[in-house]
């Protein structure tokens, strides 16, 4: 199916089960702990072995030698399988670093070897008695130290962009702000490691794994071993959390292939804690300049922002200004972005890649820009709204209610009591209100669904899409069920299998609204195959309460099905509307925080998230995932940070002990406002994406209510005590 033209009025309209709070259909399954996830996979017949990763104790050079002698030699070794024996391997397409293979060392716990044991534990003690000599070669690790060698990219990944004088009208404004920012590295720290499950049948394999993106890995995959992609049957329907982390094949996968290979048993490999966080990739470290300026009554008549960011060679940019582009009016705008070679291990996808560290510095300087005007920063963000893209004002966006969530935000949250900086204290907690905009671009693509109709009655969907703890699967089940005219409980899902069609996967905010609207295709072919076997009209026909209508006549689908059954696949193919028009959500964050006047520990006190993001295809899956970006956002805010050993090239704190993610104790009550709105030009659902939006604008929001709350102004995130104790008012 193509989608060239806005949708108009089609069955999802109906809403019968799409947009109701239907509970998760695979909840049951993951309370009771019957969701068989990666590392679980388990047939009492099989006897699995275990490989335990060697990882690279150097950050840059080559491996000289390695004796792995006393390692094959110890209890219950079945095998070792070495880089340098595996030798020299193409690299995946969506890998910046490689996975396994040669001996070239380009990060710290790059994957070096795996060992191949009976039990977990034997594998583990036999991987510290391999040995290693390398050639260690001096590398870069400190972003701030290579920015002056930082280049810009080519045209491919993010060209600068400019819109009218920015010099001249900055420099002319009556008001101005110029201040840099600073996020750091962060890990996506998810709940269940990178694992996979490799079995070898003659030349070919199965792999289970934990994979957002199924095709994108069976296609790496493929590369890396050099075998033809139809010989790898890949499988991932639970995955325990993944916020990009997963979105590319990960050591794991090829460990375990290799591992399995040479012991001849299907083997488990688990990355350790240390090796997500070394080994895989983490968000980049960005230092933003962003400079405004602005006329008297507040119109933004200049907007620049920079950024500069790192990765290993053959890397990308943390995109950190692209919503600087989009979200605020400004006839003279400037944005450019820079990269800088680290021999950190790889940057890359993070929950919100490019908005969520973006918004972090971008919305602190609105604030500012506020406060220097005397203006209410809700209202200097309503003043500054647009229709259009600002850098292409023929292109208006394809719907768009900033000013409306910052408007209904304002009265839920009761805006109208925050107070100036440093003015409202209980016993000794400084009371603090902040708010920032949310913004997330609509990604669009393709995506496939095969739907079944049996002689039951029971419609069954299969499509490789991921359920990464977002609902997929409910969300998809009702889908069908809307455009079948059947019940949840009548509808089957199977997901996160590559013998099914290529959806979008799970990334982006893109897998609800792409993956559901190729099941939207997919039941359109059904509906038209049902009709035509009965004789119908496909235009007029009605699908409803487990039945297919045309006119008088009325037929159940199980009789429509026949003993065969019928069967109705597609892919949903995106047109130029994205082109078009600007595709994009938004949404406003409020925040309440209480600081301790004596030792500047902060703690938040209340939080509102309010979003346009389309169609809401179940608001309590949707609830699920804005109150997680906003716990992440949390975070990222007042204590995520991977600190990096700049002499030695690796993230020290590796672990959940030194990399402190938000705990239920951190997080107060947290409410959701989704806007009642549609967008026809997004997809036939009329829906976007909404589980990166959540996060967008958070730690900025948390940042502003600080400020107010102590009078402290603090541009390098986190925001920990020791940034804010030397400016706190005396006690005395």
């Known amino acids: 199916m193509q989608f060239d033209r806005p949708a108009t009025t089609n069955p999802i309209d109906q809403l019968k089960v799409v947009g109701r709070p239907i509970p998760r259909i695979d909840g049951q399954l993951k309370t009771t702990g019957r969701a068989m996830y990666a590392y679980e996979w388990h047939d009492p017949t099989t006897p699995y072995a275990y490989g335990y990763p060697v990882g690279a104790a150097i950050a840059k050079g080559r ?36 996975l396994f293979g040669g001996d070239e060392v380009q990060h710290y716990h790059q994957a ?24 260690e070669e001096k590398g870069v690790f400190d972003l701030r130290e290579a920015m002056d060698s930082a280049v810009k990219p080519d045209e491919s990944q993010q060209p600068d962009s400019a819109a009218g004088d920015f010099e001249a ?44 993106m199924i095709d994108w890995w069976r296609s790496d995959l493929a590369t890396t071993l050099d075998i033809d992609k139809q010989k790898i049957h890949l499988m991932s329907p639970f995955i325990g959390g993944g916020f990009g982390g997963k979105l590319f094949l990960r050591a794991d996968a090829v460990l375990a292939a290799f591992g399995a290979k040479a012991a001849k048993r299907p083997v488990k490999v688990a990355l350790p804690r240390p090796l997500m966080m070394n080994n895989t990739t983490h968000r980049p470290a960005t230092i933003q300049r962003i400079r405004i300026g602005a006329e008297r009554d507040g119109k933004i008549t200049a907007i ?5 960011s790192g990765d290993l060679p053959g890397g990308g940019l943390e995109t950190a200004v692209n919503q600087t582009r989009l979200l605020y009016a400004g006839a003279n705008r ?8 680290l021999h950190l291990p790889e940057g890359n ?70 107070g100036r900086p440093g003015s409202k204290r209980e016993g000794d907690w400084l009371i603090g209100m902040g708010v920032a905009a949310a913004f997330r671009n609509n990604l669009l693509l393709p995506s496939g669904a095969r739907v079944r109709l049996d002689r039951e009655g029971v419609v069954t969907v299969e499509t490789d899409m991921t359920d990464i703890g977002t609902g997929s699967y409910t969300i998809i089940a009702q889908t069908a069920a809307e455009m079948m005219g059947v019940t949840v409980d009548k509808v089957g899902v199977h997901l996160g299998d590559s013998r099914f069609p290529i959806s979008a ?15 939207y295709a997919a039941c359109v072919k059904l509906r038209e195959a049902v009709a035509q076997k009965l004789g119908f009209n496909s235009e007029d026909v009605v699908f409803e309460n487990g039945e297919v209508r045309s006119g008088n006549r009325s037929v159940p689908l199980a009789e429509a099905a026949g003993p065969d059954g019928l069967v109705g696949e597609d892919t949903i193919q995106w047109g130029e509307l994205s082109e078009t028009h600007q595709q994009s959500t938004f949404g406003a964050h409020f925040v309440e925080v209480a600081v301790d006047v004596a030792t500047g520990e902060s703690r938040i006190r209340r939080m509102l998230a309010v979003c346009a993001a389309g169609r809401i295809l179940n608001p309590i899956t949707a609830r699920s995932q804005v109150i997680g970006a906003m716990t992440m956002g949390a975070g990222g805010a007042l204590s995520e940070e991977l ?70 102004r603090v541009r390098h995130y986190p925001i920990t005590l020791d940034k804010l104790i030397g400016g706190l008012p005396d006690l005395a």
């Open 63 to 98: 491996i000289k030698s390695m004796d792995v002698s006393a390692a094959k030699r110890a209890p219950g070794v079945l095998a070792v399988v070495s880089a340098p024996e595996v030798g020299e391997r193409k690299k995946g397409r969506f890998n910046t670093a490689k």
């Open 169 to 212: 009208a900055f420099r002319t404004a009556p008001i101005t702000l110029d201040e840099t920012y600073t996020t750091p590295d962060q890990s996506h720290a998810m709940m269940e490691p990178h694992a996979s499950i490799a079995a070898w049948n003659g030349e070919e394999l199965t792999v289970w794994t934990s994979s957002q």
């Open 505 to 519: 996967g799970s990334g982006g905010q893109f897998g609800g609204n792409c993956s559901t609207a190729g099941v």
């Open 643 to 712: 600190a990096v050993d700049i002499r030695r090239g690796l993230f020290v704190n590796h672990d959940l002990a030194g990399y402190e993610v938000p705990v239920h104790a951190d997080i107060p009550h947290q409410e959701v406002i989704f806007m009642d709105e549609t967008d026809p030009m997004s997809s036939p659902m009329k829906a976007k994406g909404v589980g990166e939006l959540g996060l967008c604008g958070v730690s900025a929001a948390i940042a502003n209510a600080i400020y107010n709350a102590t009078g402290v």
């Open 334 to 341: 400037m944005t450019a972005m820079r990269l800088a070679t």
């Open 349 to 418: 996808a993070m929950r919100a890649p490019g908005e969520a560290p973006g918004l972090m510095a971008l919305e602190v300087a609105i604030d500012e820009m506020a406060e220097k005007l005397g203006i209410n920063p809700v209202e200097f963000r309503i003043i500054n709204d647009t229709q259009v893209d600002p850098e292409k004002p023929e292109r208006p966006f394809s719907h768009r209610d900033l000013v409306g969530c910052m408007k209904l935000g304002s009265e839920r949250f009761g805006w109208s009591a925050r």
């Open 112 to 135: 070096i070897a795996v060992v191949v044991a009976e039990t977990f534990e034997q594998a583990r003690a036999a991987a510290a008695l391999v040995k290693v000599d390398y050639a």
């Open 304 to 308: 620049a922002h920079e950024s500069w």
